[in-house]
């Protein structure tokens, strides 16, 4: 027996037996397997997800030696990569021919089906989640069929398969529309919250990528602006010992330290905010999109985000900054407040309106469940709807009345896995029996 943990250590899962398989046709071989053997069966990404949402009860399938780009135009910008390859390869791989992912999330371990089945996202107002970016995607499917599907080919599982939870069966291959290699701008510094606040819209317009970190305790924000720059333009990244000092020391060693100091002496977490809030410090740099867009998090933490309309942001971080005064336990990680676009993708967070995104965390080994719970609500108000991949409550109930195309992905699902080979607890939460 395999004993899997995600990052986090959230969600465990001693599966029964575990799949590796290098092809595509292994892949059939172990979802026919399990389904004959009446079990069902999930795929492994990277195990950065918060929810259980890829616990195998039953079978497992390792995807980490079906990795790698099987077939790239670079002068379409489509790639096709096997879905096994985290997004930092990806982003490698991709710099060599000379291409770019639109748009990124801060993190590069989750693998590409990972990210995409989960709704992952960056931010920029013009900009939608990384599963905007699929132009096509192969599945394996409860029957040991295999089968494509884009905008012109089978478009109703395409419109459910790219934030499909893993509930319409494995993703093989990932076809992205990549773009030419470009090169980002950024500026990193401290504003007043209530300044930033004000003129939020106006950032969000102007820049091609906005975001803001709150330290809870703090009146300071730590502001992003990342725009591009002209083609050609010739990267100035941060020097080495700077890279280092920033990101490695004050990010994650002395960060990871005042977290622990607050872990063991919660009194000292209000205290230790504001001062993480008065240390933060400005920078600027240029560099290939990718490495701009990318963040090493060593750090581990809790994490809970919820997509929300647009204009209901002010009214919800009022409310937030009213409820964090009040907890019982004090937080120690700050808020996150992202932007992105409205989509077509049935159970993308960002269906059919701009969204702005906000996340919440918590230190690991703190107590998270208040905090988690009071947000939760707050945001329900305005039909928040939670990351796939982060920690929430809802059931298909609530869920359906946030998502205007929740009954066509379950009509989709009853089609393509009709038994629920590709079930577990977590689909059988959010989505509801098949049928």
């Known amino acids: 027996m395999t004993r899997w943990t995600n990052w986090a250590g959230t969600a465990t ?4 037996r575990v799949h590796r398989p290098r092809s595509t046709s292994e892949i059939v ?7 004959t053997d009446g079990r069902r069966v999930k795929a492994w990404g990277s195990g950065h997800s918060f929810t259980p949402i890829a616990v195998a009860d039953s079978d497992a399938l390792d995807l980490t030696a079906w990795t790698g780009v099987a077939s790239a135009d670079v002068e379409t910008g ?6 096994g390859t985290t997004l930092k390869v990806l982003n490698a791989e991709l710099d060599n021919l000379g291409l770019a992912m639109v748009n990124l999330g801060d993190i590069d371990t989750q693998t590409v089906s990972g990210a995409i089945s989960t709704g992952t996202h ?3 107002a013009r900009l939608g989640g990384i599963a905007t970016q699929v132009a096509a995607l192969e599945l394996v499917l409860a029957d040991g069929s295999v089968v494509k599907c884009s905008a ?9 398969a790219r934030v499909g939870l893993g509930a319409l069966g494995v993703i093989s291959t990932v076809t992205l529309q990549c773009e030419p290699s470009f090169v980002l701008s950024a500026q990193e510094r401290p504003e007043p919250l209530d300044q930033v606040l004000e003129g939020f819209d106006e950032f969000a317009a102007t820049n091609d990528h906005f975001e803001f970190y709150w330290f ?13 720059l002209p083609a050609g333009s010739v990267p100035e990244p941060l020097s080495k010992a700077r890279e280092f000092l920033d990101y490695e020391v004050m990010e994650n060693l002395a960060f990871g330290t005042l977290c622990r100091i607050g872990r063991t002496v919660p009194s000292l977490v209000r205290p230790l905010g504001k001062l993480s809030s008065n240390l933060l410090s400005p920078r600027e740099y240029s560099d290939v999109s ?3 867009f990318v963040t090493h998090r060593a750090v581990k933490f809790t ?4 997509a929300i309309p647009r204009e209901a942001l002010h009214d919800v971080l009022a409310e937030l900054r009213a409820l964090v005064p009040k907890l019982e336990v004090p937080v120690m990680f700050p808020v996150e407040v992202r932007v992105a676009a409205g989509d077509d993708i049935w159970l993308s967070t960002a269906n059919g309106r701009d969204s702005a995104y906000i996340a919440i965390h918590q230190f690991v080994g703190m107590p998270y469940r208040e905090y988690f719970t009071r947000f939760a609500a707050i945001v329900g108000e305005v039909g928040g709807r939670p990351h796939w991949g982060k920690m929430h409550d809802l059931d298909a109930e609530a869920l359906r009345a946030r998502y205007p195309h929740f009954d066509d992905f379950r009509r989709i699902r009853k089609d393509v896995d009709p038994t629920g080979v590709f079930a577990n607890a977590y689909l059988d939460q959010v989505l509801g029996p098949i049928g």
């Open 152 to 160: 012109d080919h089978r478009p109703d599982l395409f419109a459910a």
């Open 290 to 292: 990718h490495k701009v």
């Open 78 to 83: 489509l790639v096709t990569v096997r879905s």
């Open 303 to 306: 994490e809970a985000e919820f």
């Open 216 to 228: 809870p305790y703090g009146s300071n924000a730590l502001v992003k602006r990342n725009n591009r």
């Open 29 to 35: 071989d172990a979802v026919t397997t399990s389904a």
């Open 13 to 16: 899962a001693d599966p029964l």
């Open 122 to 124: 960056g931010t920029g």
